[in-house]
Every structure is written in C-alpha cells, then in structure tokens.
DNA sequence: ATAATATCGGACAAAAATGTCCGATATTCA
DNA sequence: TGAATATCGGACATTTTTGTCCGATATTAT
C-alpha cells in the first residue's frame, strides 16, 4: 500500500506532532528510537517533509524537529502521502493507466474507484491532530513493543 | 497500489478470461500485444499465475495460455493478487505492522481497517467472469489506446 | 573563541522490482 | 523424421527503493 518511506514518514510526524503538542521538540535519534526507524534512512524522510513545509527544522545543539501547533489540524495524512508517495494511490487508476475515466474506464474502473476514493476521504480528512489524540489517550501506538 | 507486475498479472488474466470463453487460446505475443506489457515479463507473471493453478498452459506449436470455463467465475482478484503481490494490501496493517490489532491498534488501525477491508471484499467478491463481461459489453478496457 | 551537538546534503552501498536474453523442452504439422 | 513454434527456466541487466556514511553547516553553552 504505502511505501516503507512513508510509513516511517507518518509515523514520524505523527510522533513529532505528540511531541509538540506539550512543545517538545524532538531529535532525529529521539525519533527513530520512538518508530523503530533506520536512523539515517528517517533522516532523508524527514528533510523532504521539512522541505514539503508539513515540518519545521531548528539546527544546532538544541535543535531537531517540531511542528508548529496550528498546522497539526490543518495537516491531513494525505498532504504526508502525497509529499513522499505522490497521489496516485488515492487519486490514481488500478491497473496503473493515465488516462482513465468514466468516459474511457479500465477494467477495474468502477469496483475500484469505490474504494479508492474512500481511502482518499480517509486520508483527506484525517488529521495529524486526530491521529496524535489517539496515541495521547492511550488508544493507538506507534511501536509494536 | 498494485505492483506493475500486478498490473500486468491482472490484465493478462482477464484477457485471457474473455478469449478462453469463445475458447480461443491466446500466445503470449498475443497478450503482450493486447495489454501493452513488456514481453519477456508478462511471461514471468504468466508463468507464476500457472503455477498458483489460476490458468492452464499449453506448450508447442499451436500452445498458449487458456482460462478453463469452470474457474471463471470461481477465481476471484484476489486470487490474482495474492498469487502476485501477497495478500498483505488487503489484509495487512497500514502502517506495516507484523502484529497489529484492535488488542494493540497501531495509529492508522481504525481508519485504515475501513478501506482495507472495503478493499478485500471488493477483491474477493469480483471474478474474472465478472471483468471479461464489462469488456465483452464494451464498457471497459485493458488498453488505453 | 571553542567544543559539543544537532540537521543538511551528497556520495555511496545493498536489496528488491522491473525487464531482457537465450537455450532447453514440448507439441504440431508437413 | 524434421522443421516450425510455443512455453519454460535460468542467468543476466537495469532501475528504483531502501539504507549507510561522512563532511559541511548552524546553533548552543562553556
């Protein structure tokens, strides 16, 4: 579904937006500890979400990565998918086409426009703020141990 | 979404589906042709999908691949995709996660569970009788051009 | 100032996905 | 029988994804 890039891409940023919540800003090695990360790997992952304007960077001693508080609502995964996936995945064709449409849809078309355009409501409307509650009240998590 | 070879897998097979059902066997030049593949690698997804028992092959001189009539409608896309991709996009965790349930949900589990599974019975439910009549009828495709 | 510590950026490495080539094998037809 | 033609199977090549390493740069604290 997604690439591994971009899982380790939300759950980054969505540790950085619990983080950041409390103001807490948080290292590179913070992170990757906190989603079982490749460290430098993440590291890229993160420079290109930093570049996406979705993150703010502070280099130097005190430094690593925080999200200002009025973008984690504004922020949806799917502005997280499409800076490291691009859209396809929520907006694309099934079988991989270009051009498909009503008016000259692929064999998949109409089964698969359904569900796809529930995965793009999904991430449309999912909030970095939603998915942090979430992991603050103890319901979800973002390590497996 | 799919990989390319899943793509190609799934084309393939139904162009086979609508030539098995006016029983005409189809060479692998013929497929390539039909959904524009590259040759040389729709005879290795080919090959995979008859050693998962989804299709027949014939060798020789008038040889080629063939859908017996009965499979059509018992084999299903996910069947396909299975055999090609693994059965993990419509059944995995979004997030990636070996182990994740309602028991410990990872951050994306209760959103993402909806489309999954949204996507698995559309999978599951969708047969390769059901995609060869949409392109017998004309309303859908397997090439763009 | 200088040392410590953080991200940034580019080069490099390994693994997986995608794609090619060709000889071996099986079948048909003349 | 032998030539033609199809899939099969393995080796190889290319591209993309995933992951590492290290020097450069910026900031903080001593």
């Known amino acids: 579904m997604f690439s591994k890039a971009c899982e380790y891409g939300i759950k980054a940023i969505v540790f950085i937006a619990v983080k950041s919540r409390q103001d807490e800003r948080v290292s590179l090695n ?33 430094g690593g990565f925080e999200l200002k508080k009025s973008k984690a609502e504004k922020i949806k995964l799917s502005h997280v998918v499409s800076a490291i996936d691009g859209d396809s995945i929520y907006k694309g064709c099934g079988l991989g086409f270009h051009d498909c449409n009503e008016k000259k849809p692929c064999s998949l078309h109409y089964k698969f426009k359904l569900v796809r355009d529930d995965l793009r ?9 939603d998915l942090s509650n979430d992991i603050n009240n103890g319901i979800t998590f973002l390590k497996q141990n």
Chains 1, 2 share one sequence.
């Open 30 to 62: 913070d992170i990757a500890w906190a989603i079982d990360s490749p460290v430098s790997f993440t590291s890229k992952i993160l420079q290109k979400l930093v570049k996406s304007n979705l993150l703010d960077s502070v280099k130097g001693s005190t």
């Open 121 to 129: 409501t999904m991430l449309e409307s999912t909030s970095l703020l």
